[in-house]
């Protein structure tokens, strides 16, 4: 696929009145700076008739407005802690197109060639960049990318329906909470959670895993779609062993099950060998007195782990393994975010400890664990820009 590159330009925010001044910055949370330091990308598809060019840009620059971090650089204050600086230099808008149809052009599936549908995610200074691609058929692909450390995928997907609404002439609502410094440690701290080796690890710790195969080079990214019927009985198999007073699992917790088994079979560990799972828990929802306010933009993202040797994994029946993760997931709650937030305020800066996901984010597609992220909740779907025009696919391409 031959892409040609029109025009590449950085974008700044268009405020009402006088805009604010360019010298302030927002300190990075705790919460900010457990998370991956990198970008993600998601490609968005859409058939015509489709919004143009001038209109998708004019709703970026008021969003930008009101979501300024995106606009802004990461950097450090005068004690070298990173914050973003509200410098309002700019996102980056790339106007591109491809002589021929999308159908002819595209897979729906991961590949390669998409790559060429988002602006590069090296050496990368714009937290945020967009490229807007136009098909011969009249098809539109807007490839998005965003830097992990700025907000997470909730707080993401809320700037993107923002985006649509603006591009739409229509007031964004609601508004986003930009305040990073609510997270106040309790004094004294309590520490009723162990973070070390979770949240954190030491800097000098190597990871090896010398039951894997690392000689594996044809590793492939597959998208894989469930039926309804499929889901559905997944999940009463995995509720089949529940009390009549229990509430049967989620289809998440279900089909991750599913999946680390599959998986785990599939990558033929030895059987002593100890994986887990790596599950996502969005804080919003769990942090209580204070509750967080709605609208939180940031990260606000805390892990669960579910574990197990690879024989008991694939002895015990489908039951079991979807307990295993609910209970771990259930345990991630506001007295375990409390704790994180004390441990990261104390021990882990006396004890110069490092997070974890920078730790795992290099080398981790051959190992014996997983890591999964649900979007159920997430408005990713709902970015429109006014055009008649349907969605046509929507792609996460990770980092």
Same mark, same amino acid.
């Given at each position: ?28 949370? *705790?919460? &900010? ?95 945020? @960049?967009? @490229? ?19 907000? &997470? ?118 059987? @002593? ?55 771990? *997931? ?27 996901? *920078? ?41």
């Amino acid at each position: 696929m031959k892409v040609k590159i029109g025009s590449s330009k950085l974008v700044q925010p268009l405020y009402e009145g006088n805009p604010p001044p360019t010298t302030n910055y927002i300190p990075l949370s *705790v919460f &900010d700076k457990v998370t991956y330091d990198q970008h993600v990308a998601i490609i968005y598809a859409y058939r015509p008739p489709t919004t143009p060019n001038a209109t998708i840009e004019l709703g970026l620059k008021k969003s930008l407005a009101v979501y300024r971090e995106w606009a802004g650089r990461l950097g450090k204050d005068s004690n070298g802690e990173p914050v973003i600086l509200l410098n309002d230099e700019g996102v980056r808008f790339v106007e591109a197109s491809v002589d021929r149809a999308l159908d002819q052009t595209v897979s729906i599936g991961p590949s390669a060639s998409l790559l060429s549908l988002h602006p590069s995610l090296e050496g990368v200074e714009e937290l945020v @960049q967009v @490229q807007v691609t136009r098909f011969s058929c009249g098809s539109m692909v807007v490839g998005f990318t965003a830097h992990h450390l700025v907000a &997470d995928g909730h707080a993401t997907s809320s700037f993107l329906v923002a985006w649509g609404q603006a591009s739409r002439g229509l007031e964004i609502s609601p508004l986003p909470f930009h305040d990073r410094t609510i997270f106040s440690p309790r004094d004294p701290p309590i520490l009723d959670f162990e973070h070390r080796g979770v949240e954190y690890v030491s800097k000098n710790i190597k990871k090896v895993y010398p039951l894997i195969d690392n000689s594996v080079d044809d590793i492939v990214a597959h998208k894989v779609h469930y039926t309804a019927e499929f889901l559905s009985k997944l999940k009463a198999r995995a509720s089949s062993m529940n009390g009549p007073h229990d509430r049967p699992f989620s289809t998440f917790e279900s089909l991750v099950a599913h999946l680390w088994r599959a998986i785990t079979r599939a990558r033929g560990l030895n059987g @002593q060998e100890n994986t887990q799972v790596r599950i996502s828990v969005d804080g919003r929802a769990r942090l209580k007195n204070p509750k967080v306010p709605n609208g939180y933009f940031g990260n606000l993202v805390l892990w669960a782990f579910a574990k197990a040797r690879a024989n008991d994994l694939l002895r015990e029946p489908l039951p079991y393994v979807a307990k295993l993760l609910h209970d771990a *997931v259930v345990n991630v709650q506001d007295d375990y975010f409390k704790s994180f937030i004390d441990f990261a305020n104390h021990k882990a800066k006396e004890e110069d400890l490092v997070p974890n996901a *920078v730790a795992d984010s290099k080398e981790s597609i051959l190992w014996p664990n997983l890591e999964v992220d649900s979007w159920l909740r997430f408005p990713f779907y709902d970015l429109d820009f006014g055009s008649v025009g349907v969605m046509w696919h929507i792609l996460y391409l990770g980092n």
